[in-house]
């Protein structure tokens, strides 16, 4: 299994440019999250799925948007771009239940400039 | 809101020394908490996963401790090693569905 898997590992947009991080998981897990870590901070929780087709926001939403039409993808969407989503993305998954693992993606260094 | 804090920041320890991580949280319903390693650029690593029902949780040189009663979690490492360096997060499952994180610690092991 590869796991949890994220595209691209870094990339540099201009201010207003949209742009997908992409998040694929082999697991069959019904959940999925989007965080975001900048520095010297914990990660925080942009959108999470419980499963394909039902979506939620978390504790930083904004400027972001998500869909779920598979169990295995969970795409990000930035739309008009800022310099305060210059951070590091992470994607993670964990089986259904409230108690499984989380298991998270290697992470897209994203800048805007 | 569930406020995770962990003590300290940043730690340095000879080789060999044995180690403690301290996590704690505020609010006590959990299910479980979850430590992490994350190096430098990378993403994170899971290490150990204590459920609300459990004391302490071990895997190899790294044993986790949990007492929800108090809001404290410890991460002991034994004999560490400069390959143990690395950020470690402690996060905390109180929703039933996403984690919350501490800051983390930042670890150097020197030879």
């Known amino acids: 299994n590869a796991g949890v898997t994220q595209t691209p590992k870094f990339r540099i947009l201009k201010i207003g440019q949209s742009m997908t991080l992409q998040c694929t998981q082999d697991m069959n897990h019904n959940y999925m999250y989007w965080y975001r870590q900048d520095p010297g901070m914990g990660l925080k929780l942009i959108y999470y799925s419980v499963g394909a087709g039902i979506t939620d926001k978390g504790e930083v939403p904004n400027g972001y948007n998500v869909s779920r039409s598979t169990t295995e993808d969970f795409p990000l969407r930035l739309e008009l771009a800022a310099p305060s989503q210059t951070s590091v993305y992470f994607c993670a998954s964990r089986s259904r239940g409230q108690s499984g693992e989380q298991y998270f993606g290697p992470g897209t260094r994203l800048t805007v400039t | 809101k569930q406020e995770v804090t962990q003590i300290p920041a940043a730690l340095s320890v000879p080789e060999g020394e044995n180690l403690v991580l301290n996590c704690s949280f505020t609010?006590?319903?959990?299910?479980?908490l979850q430590w992490f390693r994350q190096d430098p650029g990378k993403g994170l690593t899971s290490l150990l996963l204590i459920q609300s029902s459990q004391r302490e949780q071990t895997s190899g040189r790294l044993n986790a401790s949990l007492d929800k009663s108090s809001g404290r979690s410890t991460l002991y490492i034994a004999a560490s090693q400069p390959g143990d360096s690395a950020t470690y997060l402690c996060a905390v499952n109180n929703s039933g569905y996403a984690l919350n994180f501490g800051k983390g610690t930042s670890l150097l092991v020197t030879p």
């Open positions: 609010d006590s319903a959990i299910y479980n």
